[in-house]
């Protein structure tokens, strides 16, 4: 199985946000590279077979932050 490419439209409103998603990602196993863009209001992640959308979806949550919308593997997928 090869890796996925998740990618989530997140409500962010200084770099302070960018950051706490940024340090989500940073500590997820199975994470092999990401870009959070506070400008696009965006986050393109790239992880390993082994990780789940739900799971990377979870962790973003957690931050307190809003997703507003989402694709996996090219897919919309629901938040």
Do not use: W
């Amino acid at each position: 199985m090869s890796e996925h490419t998740y990618k989530f439209d997140i409500e962010m409103n200084c770099s302070g946000c960018s950051g706490a998603i940024e340090r989500v990602l940073k500590k997820m196993d199975g994470v092999k590279s990401y870009t959070v863009s506070l400008d696009s209001q965006s986050a393109d992640v790239v992880a390993g077979p082994e990780l789940e959308y739900a799971t990377v979806l979870e962790k973003i949550k957690k931050t307190g932050k809003t997703v507003k919308g989402a694709t996996a593997d090219g897919v919309a997928v629901d938040v």
